[in-house]
């Protein structure tokens, strides 16, 4: 049956109301300006260093039943499943603008952390809240592995505006995008009614499930990779939709199949990144801003979860949880996790700091109130004390730090922004490269660049105005050009292209050359 005006039913302090289109309008309003304050809130938290998800949670709190908006939510459900969607988006989007040869070398370090890391703080954690604030063991255990997680967004949105050596941003980026799992896995156990599982079947568990989101993961991103390099879309704007639909079925395809899905669609997302698309920069800046709008939507959905009147009996308990976790738990794990590897002290010191907790576990921190746990509202009210408090303290501190530690990061070219549209009728690509500030191609001719035979600068766009370049035009800084490959020189002319930004015209002799550079 038609009606002449939508209606949906709103559930209002326990009364359910008709909702018509004119609240539906207002409701949209009111979601847009929040929106909007939010992004200024990206300016605001960049300029004085407060960490961007401490003011989305603000304005959560502020629009809940003991802020000025007076909206009564309290629906764990709802927060859990949203918070998980947000979270594939954020680790889509991370695994996009993750670089293999930087991640490659910290790889068996990260899953150290990530597993042994997580074990052992977990332990330390829980012992701490059963012994020092007097919770019961599960209620501990819950703590301890929803707390023993690092947080992927706070991590790719800190880190990678700190200039750090290549390995500790590899290695804490790896290991947030791969943590998530294992401590799901523990959560779910210690959060199930009845005895929880032996130690020996949870380890199994967590094994098998992590074989399998990760097979699933590298298949699909190669899958994707593969097919988005053959077939020509109608348009580009379909590139970046299509990334980011590989990336959900990525995490699709590892939750149906009994095994990590958020490992699932780091890893597909992470062998897209590094596969070359057409389209590129548009890509990553769709995923970029979907990023931001999922970190968004998930911290305001926290803020409004959380009940401010209530906290007051569980902040010395987050704070004295915190500090065991921040002062002994983390160190503890990093040591033992990386010193077989041999990590600097210097190093280990940072990457023990930089255990940021985010949104992560304030979502992880509902699965028990879904499960109807004893104490579940407090434990929440401990975890989200937690997060906010030792966010406020470690992500502002970290720059410091670093420079204590004389880790101030390589000094690095910057890298081109190269995108490629492939010319199927002509089985050719046309790649434009956008030559930034700080990149070495500055001051080069164009016959310098020594592109391989079949590739070819067609155009220059310089200061709004466009021309042909001779074989001695210099390029400058801020230049964008047009390079027709054809379709078997495409890889070979990007690798060109981007070791000459890195090395400028002793690419070769400083072993950069074109033919061996990755992306």
């Known amino acids: ?155 790719f949105s800190v880190l990678r505006k700190i200039p750090l050596p290549a390995r500790v941003t590899g290695t804490l980026e790896a290991e947030s995008g791969f943590n998530d799992a294992p401590v799901v896995i523990l959560v779910v156990a210690f959060s199930q009614t009845g005895p929880v599982e032996h130690w020996y079947t949870l380890i199994a568990e967590i094994t098998l499930e992590l074989a399998i989101g990760a097979a699933l993961g590298i298949a699909v991103g190669w899958l994707g990779s593969w097919g988005l390099r053959h077939v020509a879309l109608p348009a580009s704007g379909l590139y970046p939709i299509a990334v980011m639909a590989i990336a959900v079925t990525a995490y699709a395809a590892g939750a149906l199949a009994h095994g990590s899905g958020f490992l699932a669609v780091y890893l597909a997302s992470m062998a897209m990144g590094n596969a070359k698309l057409p389209h590129w920069p548009a890509t990553r800046g769709f995923a970029d801003g979907l990023g931001w709008i999922a970190q968004i939507g998930m911290f305001v959905l926290l803020g409004l979860l959380v009940t401010p009147h209530e906290l007051g009996d569980d902040v010395l308990p987050g704070l004295v949880i915190g500090l065991v976790l921040t002062m002994v738990a983390r160190p503890l794990s990093v040591f033992l996790c990386l010193t077989p590897f041999r990590v600097p002290w210097q190093e280990q010191t940072l990457m023990s700091w930089a255990g940021l907790r985010g949104a992560v576990p304030i979502i992880l921190a509902t699965i028990p109130m879904v499960s109807g746990v004893e104490g579940s509202r407090r434990v929440f009210n401990i975890v989200f004390v937690l997060v906010v408090v030792y966010t406020l303290v470690q992500g502002p501190t970290l720059p410091w730090l670093a420079r204590k530690l004389s880790l101030g990061g390589d000094s690095e070219a910057a890298d081109l922004g190269i995108e490629s549209a492939p010319l199927e009728r002509l089985r050719g690509h046309l790649l434009s490269v956008a030559i930034p500030e700080g990149s070495r191609m500055h001051g080069v001719e164009v016959n310098e660049l020594r592109l391989p035979a079949g590739a070819a600068v067609t155009l220059v766009v310089r200061d709004a105005k466009s021309f042909v370049p001779l074989p001695t035009t210099v390029l400058r800084r801020g230049d964008e050009l047009l390079v027709v490959a054809t379709d078997p020189v495409r890889d070979a002319a990007e690798r060109r292209l981007r070791a000459v930004g890195h090395g400028g015209k002793l690419a070769d002799w400083l072993g950069t050359g074109g033919t061996d550079s990755a992306r």
């Open 1 to 155: 049956m038609y009606m002449t005006h939508a209606r949906v039913m709103r559930v209002s302090q326990g009364r359910e109301r008709p909702l018509t289109v004119q609240h539906l309008n207002q409701l949209l309003l009111v979601c847009s300006l929040v929106l909007l304050v939010a992004v200024a809130a990206v300016r605001i938290s960049s300029r004085s260093g407060l960490p961007s998800l401490l003011v989305y949670l603000g304005i959560g709190i502020a629009m809940g039943q003991d802020g000025i908006g007076d909206i009564h939510f309290d629906n764990a459900e709802l927060t859990q499943v949203i918070g998980y969607a947000a979270l594939v988006v954020i680790l889509a989007e991370g695994g996009l603008g993750t670089k293999w040869k930087e991640i490659k070398p910290a790889l068996p370090a990260a899953t150290a952390l990530a597993l042994v890391g997580v074990a052992v703080s977990v332990g330390v954690t829980a012992t701490a809240a059963h012994y020092l604030i007097g919770l019961e063991w599960r209620q501990a255990l819950i703590i301890g592995a929803v707390v023993s997680s690092t947080d992927a967004a706070a991590v």
